[in-house]
């Protein structure tokens, strides 16, 4: 099915009929990690538990879901999505018939895929989809990472047989009886490697403390812009080492302002425009300081690692910082706002390094919020929400 990559919607007849009474799940977000990678950890379980299960994603050609989802091993078709402006703009015209386009291509893809069960991760991609499904007839399964859900969810909880959260305040905003605190799915592989591999892995010593800074998978010039201005004192701590991922497009600025500073504090310096190794990237660290995406917190949470949180502000209705305060009120994490992380960087890294009880309470915090078998637990409830679908139409 590679092939569904370069043409519009279909699954080949080929497909349809070797797939027999095997179960089939179609999968829909995008735009971010956050949306993309948990629906591939469901997809990823839904194989494990049934390695006969026909699974295809819905996603738009822009995002970041064109490549990682043929990456997992998985066929994406392409669907028109629109993301409403914030402000009034010439773009608005756009949109209506951007949704038009969406939705008749997810009407066209759920007719020839004829999904079992359609499960949404969120993002604009998530809407048509799921509300082609609905308008057929198929079960609704809705993943939400945030403490407050995104609109698309918000909308679409009201028709779904199951909407999975990985906060408890997100429970409010969705029927009881549909809704299930899962936590995020994540992968298993972010807990296989030992601090002392991790540290061979980066060239960290390994009785250094080390502080991993990283503002998503694109970065963050806030972050990195804080850093900087407190670089020099932060550094004065002589066991304190970085683990620094810039982001791409910013890594030779950031480059170029550190070769301005102090030549000696150099090699206590990891600087990178991108990590894959995530795995050892936590593993490797004393403490993180980082945005609070869904993806992130979970991630924390199940490698049990403190940080301090710095929302994004310009994200949808805020949810960062939900995502941030709910973790500090569990005693996971520190809350820093944007606003004063420059004035308060330093004492907080310093505090929290000095406190090693103080970080090993924050860590079993983080872990007891965690919820590693999540991508599990959603897998077999989707598969058995297809069974009884397809038994209802033997019948």
């Not at 043409?7 to 949306?35: C, I, K, M, S, Y």
């Not at 892995?201 to 250094?208: I, K, Q, S, T, V």
């Not at 670089?231 to 791409?248: A, C, D």
């Amino acid at each position: 099915m590679s092939e569904v990559l370069q043409q519009e919607p279909e699954v080949p007849a080929a497909v349809l009929a070797a797939a027999g009474e095997a179960p089939r799940v179609l999968l829909a977000g995008g735009g971010t990690g956050g949306h993309v990678y948990p629906a591939i950890a469901i997809a990823e379980a839904i194989r494990a538990q049934c390695p006969e299960a026909v699974i295809a994603f819905a996603g738009t050609r822009e995002r970041l879901e064109w490549r990682a989802v043929p990456a997992a091993g998985f066929p994406i078709h392409p669907i028109a999505a629109a993301a409403l402006p914030r402000r009034p703009s010439l773009r608005m015209l756009r949109v209506p018939g951007k949704l038009a386009q969406g939705l008749a291509e997810s009407l066209q893809l759920v007719r020839a895929f004829d999904p079992d069960v359609v499960v949404g991760t969120g993002g604009y991609v998530s809407a048509p989809v799921l509300v082609a499904a609905r308008l057929l007839g198929r079960p609704l399964v809705l993943q939400e990472q945030n403490a407050f859900p995104g609109l698309t969810n918000r909308l679409l909880g009201r028709w779904a047989a199951r909407v999975y959260v990985a906060f408890p305040e997100a429970q409010a905003y969705f029927p009881a009886g549909r809704c299930v605190l899962s936590g995020n799915p994540v992968r298993a592989s972010l807990r296989a490697v030992s601090r002392l591999e991790a540290r061979r892995r980066f060239g960290l010593p390994a009785e250094a403390q080390v502080l991993f800074v990283f503002g998503g998978s694109l970065g963050s010039m806030v972050l990195n812009d804080a850093l900087l201005q407190v670089l020099p004192t932060l550094l004065e701590e002589p066991r304190l080492h970085l683990l620094w991922q810039t982001g791409r497009a910013h890594y030779m600025a950031v480059r170029q302002r550190l070769d301005a500073m102090a030549k000696q504090l150099h090699h206590r310096i990891r600087l990178l425009p991108y990590i894959e190794d995530m795995a050892a990237a936590y593993a490797a660290a004393d403490l993180v300081l980082c945005r609070a995406g869904a993806l992130t917190c979970s991630e924390l949470m199940v490698t049990g690692t403190p940080a301090i949180l710095v929302p994004a502000t310009r994200v949808a209705a805020d949810h960062q910082t939900r995502n941030a305060e709910s973790m500090e009120r569990a005693g996971a994490a520190r809350h820093v706002p944007e606003a004063v992380l420059t004035e308060r960087l330093v004492q907080e890294v310093w505090t929290l390094l000095a406190d090693a009880e103080l970080r090993a309470a924050m860590s079993e915090a983080a872990r007891r919020l965690a919820r590693p078998e999540a991508a599990a637990q959603i897998a077999a409830d989707v598969l058995q929400l297809a069974t009884e679908r397809r038994k209802r139409k033997v019948a």
